[in-house]
């Protein structure tokens, strides 16, 4: 197979070298016949650490929906995901040399009509402990809760399950060798999610002074989907007429996105970037949310690295670009660290050792 060589700066460190890759691997020793790649900027390939491949609006979507999904991911420099939960069955994904390596959590597990239609494995509270068991058993080491969701007896956001259950499908989930996330807008379901020892926190919205400190002091991880938040406004405008008071807390929520996510950050919890694409108009979008993080305050290199070497290593992959790990990486023509909006025009895609221009 004939060597590729690659120069430039490699981050996270920025040492300029010469990278060759060798049948889908990296080497620093040059190889014979090596010929050339890219020049430029070397960064670990980027992780989106929540999205949810073969999902749609209505549901599972079909493998070519999927498919495109997942090239759209790719060629926007996304190379490693983590499904944040899906009604399709994705493990063919992971067959496939030329789409992204996923990592999949199983299906959402909700409370029944208490979610989006079609989504979820939808279970009482008796019945959620056999659910957590069997999306452990179908995922990759993760389990997906969704934590909150509109209660429309009650008008606005309340837990899924009672404090106890999640913290007894916490427990169950890590005895199966599984973390757990969980979706989570509100406040209240999250102090005994993380009182139980949960192990990320999805969107976050919800979450106070008290909780953050808690949070980095156990290792909690957050993907705040900074860029979806977008869509609080409207979900509280088409509520207003029927559920005034869930409208005034998706509001509230809204308004102090910021101050809750930098409040996080500067209590030591660990971001990562997650873009939450579920439909076809929302894959391949993570350098957007690279660059929402940025615009909140998190400064670049925090918000590149969640998104890159310090994402990879919290999902159990490779930090970095050493002797002998899988060529996965993005070339970019500029320095992200000094303008991360060149994360939107890659120069070179590498996934396996294979350049995708």
Partial sequence: ????????????????????????????????????????WIVPGLVDAHCHIG????????????????????DAGALLLRDAGSAADTRWVQTREDLPRLIRAGRHIGRTKRYMRNYADEVEPEGLVEAVERQA???DGWVKLVGDWIDRAEG??????PAESFAEAIKVAHDNDARVTAHCFGHEVLPGLIEAGIDCIEHGTGLTPDLVEAMAEQGTALV??????????????AAEPKFPTYAATMEDLYARRRETIMSAYEAGVALYAGSDGAGDQLHGVLP???LAMHELG??????????????REWLGWNPGLAEGDPADFVVYDTNPLEDLTVLGRPAAVVLRGKVYA
Wanted: aromatic letters at 6%; charged letters at 25%; proline letters at 8%.
């Fill in 55 to 74: 999902l749609g609006p209505d549901g599972a979507v079909d493998e070519e929906t999927a498919e495109a999904q997942a090239l759209a991911d790719r």
């Fill in 1 to 40: 197979m004939t060597a590729l060589r690659f120069s430039g700066p490699v981050l996270p460190d920025g040492e300029v070298r010469d990278l060759y890759v060798l049948d889908g691997r990296v080497t620093y020793e040059r190889p014979s016949g090596a010929e050339t790649g890219a020049s430029g």
């Fill in 288 to 290: 957007t949310e690279v």
């Fill in 224 to 237: 705040p989907t900074v860029a979806q938040l977008e869509i609080f406004p409207g979900l509280a405008a």
């Fill in 137 to 139: 058993r179908s995922g």
């Fill in 298 to 311: 998190l400064p670049a290199d925090v918000v590149l690295g969640a998104a890159s070497w310090r994402g």
């Fill in 156 to 161: 606005d956001l309340k837990p899924s399950f």
